[in-house]
């Protein structure tokens, strides 16, 4: 999901409960909100990053609730004690897991099964052993600890790819509450789902939430083309699907940023002067800025082949504008993020090779996270926001870079149809990120491109993202849980 600055949970340790013990005291509202998540977010953050966080953030506080996950710790005891922290109207609760059930939960199925499939590469699937059942166990043991955490008329929100099962181990303890899943990843074709070790058993877990949220129509429109073709008994209509015990509402739920936010935050002077300085007497150059954490979804090498591919076939941008990556390092116990990241490492060296100088460094490739108030107004600096995914569920980091924009003289974003954004965001560029040679001229016309058409594609982006922020996901999604 969305990444975080501190080590996730770490806050949770305040204070704790056993399993199976007493209630703790909870929220008196009506109605909580139950928020599910791999792990819980730091709610101590002064400033959340991503959709996720914010979004949820303001619903969580508004309604009072709870928010249920991982407590990040590695060597814990799955089943263990849970960790229970009050923040404001919000009780966050951590549940531990075991290194053997981490490895198989999370690096295993959730990461090198589910997260690959998803993303159209089943290339990258590596079946291990044991990794399904650790995945189902894990599943059923924090169902069974968030069980007699609940109240009769709670709204249980479950987010993402590592608790797909989690509704059918709820439904088996008596749980009889409203289930919401959003899945913030890509839901594929019914030929690669099919390819999902025991997709059949991960559907039939699905068909146990009352509301199934995707990012995307596609999206949506994958998941019912699965159900015609392996569940012909259920009935399916444009938003619903009924099955012998259940009505379940379908639909698509964008994730939004907090505009507000990161606008505020990008107009803020850099700190950190490394970055923002400019060596005297330098030729004023445009930057191209990407930012992305590591991982072969997001189409980094093709972005630093039609980096390439500009500046030689477009030698009018030779030391006028340079190539600022940021990619810092995600999953890496997991093979195919270390292959990733030698093939960009060596990308990015390849490019400098070919075209520095004395004065000019074409491509900035940092490898480790920059904090969010230094990426807001770098942002604002870039002429271009370069996001070309290769597969991505929505990709929040385009919706970033149009809320960082100065609307009188804003940058260009060039992004990827297969971006979830890219469905939304038409006044953007949009790219094929295979097609090196299209990307380069694409940039190339991002850099050119004259101040009246940059503001009129910008207004409309900015119109877009404003009206379909983070809290406009999170009160349409409620809404539809609550069955308004
Ligand atoms: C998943 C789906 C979907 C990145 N580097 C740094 C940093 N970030 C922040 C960005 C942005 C977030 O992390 C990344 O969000 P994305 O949406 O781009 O991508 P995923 O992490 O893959 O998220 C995705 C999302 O869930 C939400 O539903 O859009 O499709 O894959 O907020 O700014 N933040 C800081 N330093 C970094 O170096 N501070």
Same mark, same amino acid.
């Given at each position: 999901?969305?990444?975080?600055?501190?080590?996730?949970?770490?806050?949770?340790?305040?204070?704790?409960?056993?399993?199976?013990?007493?209630?703790?005291?909870?929220?008196? &509202?009506?109605?909580?909100? +139950?928020?599910?998540?791999?792990?819980?977010?730091?709610?101590?953050?002064?400033?959340?990053?991503?959709?996720?966080?914010?979004?949820?953030? &303001?619903?969580?506080?508004?309604?009072?609730?709870?928010?249920?996950?991982?407590?990040?710790?590695?060597?814990?005891?799955?089943?263990?004690?849970?960790?229970?922290?009050?923040?404001?109207?919000?009780?966050?609760?951590?549940?531990?897991?075991?290194?053997?059930?981490?490895?198989?939960? =999370?690096?295993?199925?959730?990461?090198?099964?589910?997260?690959?499939?998803?993303?159209?590469?089943?290339?990258?699937?590596?079946?291990?052993?044991?990794?399904?059942?650790?995945?189902?166990?894990?599943?059923?043991?924090?169902?069974?600890?968030?069980?007699?955490?609940?109240?009769?008329?709670?709204?249980?929100?479950?987010?993402?790819?590592?608790?797909?099962?989690?509704?059918?181990?709820?439904?088996?303890?008596?749980?009889?509450?409203?289930?919401?899943?959003?899945?913030?990843?890509?839901?594929?074709?019914?030929?690669?789902?099919?390819?999902?070790?025991?997709?059949?058993?991960?559907?039939?877990?699905?068909?146990?939430?009352?509301?199934?949220?995707?990012?995307?129509?596609?999206?949506?429109?994958?998941?019912?083309? =699965?159900?015609?073709?392996?569940?012909?008994?259920?009935?399916?209509?444009?938003?619903? *699907?009924?099955?012998?015990?259940?009505?379940?509402?379908?639909?698509?739920?964008?994730?939004?940023?907090? +505009?507000?936010?990161?606008?505020?935050?990008?107009?803020?002077?850099?700190?950190?002067?490394?970055?923002?300085? %400019?060596?005297?007497?330098?030729?004023?150059? %445009?930057?191209?800025?990407? +930012?992305?954490?590591?991982? =072969?979804?997001?189409?980094?090498?093709?972005?630093?082949?039609?980096?390439?591919?500009?500046?030689?076939? =477009?030698?009018?941008?030779?030391?006028?504008?340079?190539?600022?990556?940021?990619?810092?390092?995600?999953?890496?116990?997991?093979?195919?993020?270390?292959?990733?990241?030698?093939?960009?490492?060596?990308?990015?060296?390849?490019?400098?090779?070919?075209? &520095?100088?004395?004065?000019?460094?074409? *491509?900035?490739?940092?490898?480790?996270?920059? &904090?969010?108030?230094?990426?807001?107004?770098?942002?604002?600096?870039?002429?271009?926001?370069?996001?070309?995914?290769?597969?991505?569920?929505?990709?929040?980091?385009?919706?970033?870079?149009?809320? @960082?924009?100065?609307?009188?003289?804003?940058? *260009?974003? +060039?992004?990827?149809?297969? @971006?979830?954004?890219?469905?939304?965001?038409?006044?953007?560029?949009?790219?094929?990120?295979?097609?090196?040679?299209?990307?380069?001229?694409?940039?190339?016309?991002?850099?050119?491109?004259?101040?009246?058409?940059?503001?009129?594609?910008? @207004?409309?982006?900015?119109?877009?993202?404003?009206?379909?922020?983070?809290?406009?996901?999170?009160?349409?999604?409620?809404?539809?849980?609550?069955?308004?």
């Amino acid at each position: 999901m969305t990444l975080q600055s501190s080590p996730p949970g770490s806050h949770l340790l305040a204070k704790s409960w056993a399993a199976g013990g007493a209630e703790p005291s909870l929220s008196p &509202a009506q109605q909580r909100l +139950v928020v599910v998540s791999n792990r819980v977010a730091d709610l101590t953050a002064p400033v959340q990053s991503g959709g996720l966080a914010t979004g949820l953030g &303001a619903a969580i506080n508004t309604l009072g609730g709870v928010w249920f996950g991982w407590d990040g710790n590695r060597d814990g005891k799955t089943g263990g004690p849970l960790k229970v922290c009050q923040h404001g109207p919000v009780t966050c609760v951590g549940a531990p897991i075991s290194p053997e059930d981490f490895s198989a939960y =999370y690096l295993g199925f959730a990461n090198s099964v589910l997260w690959p499939l998803f993303h159209y590469r089943p290339d990258l699937v590596d079946i291990s052993s044991g990794s399904f059942d650790g995945y189902m166990r894990v599943n059923e043991v924090l169902a069974q600890q968030l069980f007699p955490i609940l109240k009769p008329d709670d709204l249980i929100w479950v987010h993402d790819y590592h608790l797909i099962p989690l509704p059918s181990m709820l439904r088996k303890l008596g749980c009889r509450q409203r289930i919401g899943y959003f899945l913030h990843i890509p839901f594929p074709p019914p030929e690669l789902m099919s390819a999902t070790p025991h997709h059949g058993c991960l559907v039939d877990a699905l068909l146990n939430y009352d509301l199934l949220g995707f990012q995307t129509d596609g999206d949506a429109e994958n998941f019912k083309s =699965y159900l015609r073709k392996h569940k012909p008994e259920v009935t399916i209509s444009q938003k619903r *699907v009924q099955t012998e015990t259940r009505t379940i509402r379908i639909d698509r739920f964008p994730i939004g940023i907090d +505009v507000t936010e990161f606008s505020a935050l990008s107009r803020q002077r850099l700190r950190d002067t490394s970055l923002a300085e %400019k060596p005297k007497n330098a030729t004023p150059r %445009k930057r191209i800025i990407g +930012v992305d954490r590591l991982d =072969y979804s997001k189409g980094l090498p093709e972005r630093f082949r039609a980096f390439h591919d500009l500046l030689q076939r =477009y030698p009018a941008h030779l030391r006028k504008v340079s190539f600022l990556q940021i990619a810092p390092l995600t999953r890496a116990e997991v093979e195919a993020y270390n292959d990733i990241r030698v093939e960009v490492e060596q990308l990015a060296g390849s490019v400098n090779g070919h075209f &520095a100088d004395l004065d000019w460094t074409p *491509v900035q490739y940092i490898c480790r996270p920059i &904090a969010r108030d230094i990426l807001a107004p770098l942002m604002r600096q870039s002429a271009v926001g370069f996001i070309t995914p290769l597969r991505d569920g929505m990709n929040l980091v385009a919706k970033e870079y149009v809320a @960082a924009q100065d609307p009188d003289d804003p940058g *260009v974003l +060039v992004l990827s149809q297969f @971006a979830g954004a890219a469905e939304e965001m038409t006044d953007a560029l949009i790219v094929n990120p295979y097609d090196i040679e299209s990307v380069a001229a694409h940039l190339d016309r991002a850099l050119t491109m004259p101040l009246g058409e940059r503001r009129e594609r910008h @207004a409309a982006l900015l119109r877009h993202v404003t009206e379909f922020d983070a809290k406009r996901w999170a009160d349409s999604f409620l809404e539809a849980l609550r069955g308004d």
